[in-house]
């Protein structure tokens, strides 16, 4: 299928098809974060057909339009992706053999049931800005992510698997079930663990939105701006879970906190935190 846009936003059926046809990863090494490629430039044909369109990592896209990946090699990976060929796509694509999923967060954990095509979770979300989500369909789950910097900037955005948006320093690894995201000079921002055949799990994570900090520890999720500490909490088929700030549209969940102090929060935990992510790194080298 396919049509012809001005718009380079491929259609969400258009995309569906292609996550599907690849094998949910880079069609070279498998990779489950990717981007979408036209293998005919987009410049010369002007329009989004599946079969014209495949995934590729950030490595492997930037080396495609470096010249160094030749449309070729692509091709014949389209045609043979990592993933089909290995059987089975990594273990960040899982496969649900049961009714329900589970995400933890810092020892909180929310649930849902499978109530078809696009069941979704936003545990996190500020002002509006769902931070992490997650949505189930084709028995996979796919996993939304936004990361801020300081300055309000997005440096990290995954929608629905896909690197949608994301600034060089930044590194991303996949080590047997653990994703690791991480800046330049190895400080931890995210680690996510994946249990197939149906769970999740954030052990480490720094957010930031609006002014508002959330720190993601193993056994509790902090809050620093006014000291908030989250461990043990539990929602099942919630849309939200811990909602911080004004929402247009009321979102159900187990706190919700509409009026927090902004830029005003202790940093003594934030400095702790960042320095025990510091020691285990050196510590695993």
């Known amino acids: 299928m396919g049509q012809e846009f001005n718009s380079r936003n491929i259609p969400l059926p258009i995309q569906r098809e292609v996550r599907q046809r690849c094998g949910f990863g880079c069609v070279i090494c498998g990779m489950p974060l990717y981007e979408y490629e036209h293998m005919e430039e987009w410049a010369e044909v002007k329009r989004h057909v599946a079969d014209e369109i495949t995934l590729l990592c950030d490595q492997h896209h930037r080396e495609k339009t470096g010249g160094l990946l ?23 694509n899982l496969y649900f053999s049961g009714k329900t999923a589970e995400i933890n967060i ?5 649930t849902c049931e499978d109530r078809g095509y696009g069941t979704a979770m936003v545990p996190i979300s500020v002002d509006g800005t769902p931070l992490i989500g997650l949505i189930i369909a084709d028995d996979h789950l796919l996993l939304n992510l ?8 997005p440096v990290l955005h995954i929608k629905n698997n ?9 590194d991303i690894q996949l ?9 330049a000079h190895r400080k931890i921002l995210v680690e996510i663990d994946f249990q197939p055949p149906d ?3 954030i052990n480490r994570g720094r957010f930031l939105r609006n002014g508002v900090e959330i720190l993601v520890r193993p ?3 902090l809050l620093t701006n006014g000291g908030g500490v989250f461990s043990g909490c539990h929602s099942h088929n919630c849309y939200g879970g811990l909602i911080i700030g004004h929402h247009e549209t009321p979102i159900g969940g187990f706190m919700a906190l509409p ?21 285990e790194i050196e510590a695993n080298k």
């Open 175 to 183: 080590v047997g079930t653990k994703l690791t995201i991480r800046e």
């Open 162 to 170: 896909q690197l949608f948006y994301s600034t060089d320093p930044w």
């Open 199 to 201: 769970k999740v799990v």
């Open 146 to 153: 936004v990361i801020f910097d300081e300055f309000n900037a």
């Open 106 to 110: 810092g020892g909180n954990s929310f």
């Open 259 to 279: 009026n927090v102090p902004r830029y005003l929060g202790d940093r003594t935990e934030a400095l702790k935190f960042e320095r025990e992510l510091m020691a």
């Open 219 to 221: 056994t509790n999720i």
């Open 70 to 92: 030749p449309k070729q090699v692509v091709r014949e990976a389209n045609a043979n992706p990592f993933n089909h060929r290995k059987g089975a796509s990594k273990p960040y």
